[in-house]
């Protein structure tokens, strides 16, 4: 190994520690309690190393934020088949979005905590970053909202509208979730589920009686 090639490596090991304390520091205090000194000690670096490989802690933040957006991103994706009809891929994908709730709360955390809190103090350049990371997976939903329609399955309607408004339910249904939390029972999770099913099987399906498929 060359020592360009050497160096080019020790810089993407380095980046990544960075982002791991930074990471770990996040899910445990939120981003405001967090700071660039803190992020230092950990990875044992000095201050002015970190602005090497970042620009602030804003940017650390958002490229943890970006790494959850591509985790529930791939979920919701992994979740369809061309196999299955339109209306199971579109109610699979949705409760992808409820298993990344579960699997990766912590990453949920960061996504629907924190970045409500700092939405105000994010540059422009890395609201875009994540405003399009976001909108990757609304863009999916749209896409098996389109596909619907064409086979005449779903009615026609304003798909990328109806496909903001479907993560509303989704969100709403992990709020639940986190509100209510022990009190939660499986049975009435499943109840709380079939209820999110219900919804937006209503407002997609045409009017020819097509049952939505459990």
């Known amino acids: 190994m060359g020592t360009i090639e050497r160096r080019g490596r020790e810089k993407l090991q ?3 520690d960075i982002l791991r304390v930074a990471r ?8 405001r309690d967090t700071t660039i000194d803190e992020i230092a000690r950990a990875a044992e ?8 490989y970042f620009e602030n802690k804003e940017e650390i933040y958002a490229t943890v934020l970006e790494e959850g957006l591509d985790i529930m991103h791939r979920l919701v994706e992994g979740a369809t088949s061309p196999d299955n009809d339109p209306l199971t891929n579109l109610l699979n994908g949705h ?5 990344f709730h579960d699997e990766y709360p ?29 909108m990757a997976v609304v863009d999916f939903i749209t896409t098996c909202l389109e596909k619907g329609a064409s086979e ?17 339910v989704s969100m709403g249904f992990a709020q639940i979730m986190d509100k209510c939390g ?12 079939q209820i999110m099913h219900d919804l937006i099987a209503m407002g997609v399906m045409d009017r020819s009686g097509a049952k939505p498929q459990e």
Request: no cysteine.
């Open 24 to 31: 770990a520091l996040f899910f445990e205090k939120g981003f």
């Open 152 to 168: 005449g399955f779903f009615r026609p309607m304003p798909f990328k509208e109806v496909a903001l408004l479907q993560m509303g």
């Open 182 to 193: 022990r009190d939660v029972t499986q049975a009435s999770r499943e109840e709380y589920r």
């Open 14 to 16: 380095r980046r990544e």
């Open 95 to 99: 409760d992808a979005y409820i298993r």
């Open 106 to 134: 912590q990453y949920y955390n960061v996504m629907m905590l924190d970045v409500l809190q700092i939405a105000d103090v994010l540059p422009p350049a890395l609201k875009e970053r994540i405003h399009a990371r976001t």
């Open 45 to 52: 670096l000095a201050r002015g190393t970190i602005y090497l």
